[in-house]
């Protein structure tokens, strides 16, 4: 203790402990997930309801469900137009509707609430679980999905649009006209009419 009093024993400083971070971080295997957020909250709300606005099926039918239901409606209508059912995870469908896992989760479970969809789970013993296989059992809303437009490619979702709409995401090639058709027909509306008429 004198010689520390005195300052002839120095003392070293503390290093830093590299590891602490890395610690914090890592809280165990069976730690709380963190929850899902957004990168760009006003996109993924702008996705939901664009999906939502394309009519995934009757009016009658989306007037009972939220905007985030709809949309969920909308991507399983698109999986059940092209394969036949829909085996995409919750956070595929999450990702793709632009909602989080428990909003996709709890749309599901209000679409097999009423009886829209069948939704078959498989589990696996000491594994991960395969994805849920969902099936539209409704007689309405299935006639709604095969009448309906074949899906198109929107924004890395396959959404349907009718034959006449155009959007930036086509490849939409410019009409060839031949040259002098717009003029000859502004020369035959410009011709005078009647009896003067030489």
């Known amino acids: 203790m004198a010689g520390y009093e005195s300052g002839e024993i120095t003392t070293a400083a503390a290093r830093p402990d590299k590891n602490r971070f890395r610690r914090e971080r890592f809280q165990g295997r069976f730690a709380r997930p963190r929850p899902q957020r957004s990168p760009d909250r006003e996109r993924s709300i702008q996705r939901r309801r664009t999906l939502a ?115 930036k995401t086509f490849n939409v090639a410019a009409a060839e006209r031949p040259q002098g058709a717009l003029e000859g027909v502004r020369r035959r509306s410009r011709a005078p009419t009647g009896p003067w008429r030489r």
């Open 53 to 167: 606005a394309t009519w995934p099926m009757p009016p009658a039918m989306a007037g009972m469900l939220t905007t985030s239901q709809v949309a969920y409606a909308r991507i399983v209508a698109d999986e059940v137009k092209r394969n036949g059912d829909c085996r995409l995870t919750l956070d595929e469908i999450a990702a793709r509707g632009g909602m989080c896992r428990k909003t996709a989760k709890r749309a599901q479970d209000r679409l097999a609430e009423l009886r829209w969809i069948d939704v078959d789970h498989r589990p696996v013993k000491g594994r991960k679980h395969l994805p849920n296989v969902v099936r539209v059992v409704s007689s309405e809303w299935a006639t709604w999905i095969k009448m309906g437009p074949k899906p198109r490619p929107i924004g890395g979702h396959l959404c349907p649009t009718t034959e006449n709409q155009s959007s």
